[in-house]
Nanobody, 132 residues
């Protein structure tokens, strides 16, 4: 049974940092892509970042333009956990952050974060608030 559990959210001042964690079970990181998404009040859920491996050993990271250079995604295979290090946070980064993984074997390694299609398993979300 696939399960994703996010943690690490909180309140931080502009310019500050947070590290989010996504603990996965029911599958392994070297076989499925994991994406981070966020949803701000009154807005649609949007893709933030994704990590995937084409062969189980080499990993690729993808980022939305809005977070490039500020956010870093990484994974720990031993812990089956993906992290999102968020630096230089801005008020517009305030949102509930979700991690998700693919629901189709055929596209299990796909890191297409411009659409929610194909992301069938979701965590419960963690709130990130950037405010002074």
């Amino acid at each position: 049974q696939v399960q994703l559990v996010e943690s690490g959210g909180g309140l931080v001042q502009p310019g500050g940092s947070l590290r989010l964690s996504c603990a996965a079970s029911g599958f392994t990181l070297d076989s499925y892509a994991i994406g981070w998404f966020r949803q701000a009040p009154g807005k649609e859920r949007e893709g933030v970042s994704c990590i995937s491996s084409s062969d189980g050993s080499t990993y690729y990271a993808y980022y939305a333009d809005s977070v490039k250079g500020r956010f870093t995604i990484s994974g720990d295979n031993a812990k089956n956990t993906v992290y999102l290090q968020m630096n230089s946070l801005k008020p517009e980064d305030t949102a509930v952050y979700y991690c998700a993984t693919r629901s189709s074997l055929r596209s299990k390694r796909s890191c297409t974060i411009v659409t929610l299609n194909g992301w069938g398993y979701w965590g419960q979300g963690t709130q990130v608030t950037v405010s002074s």
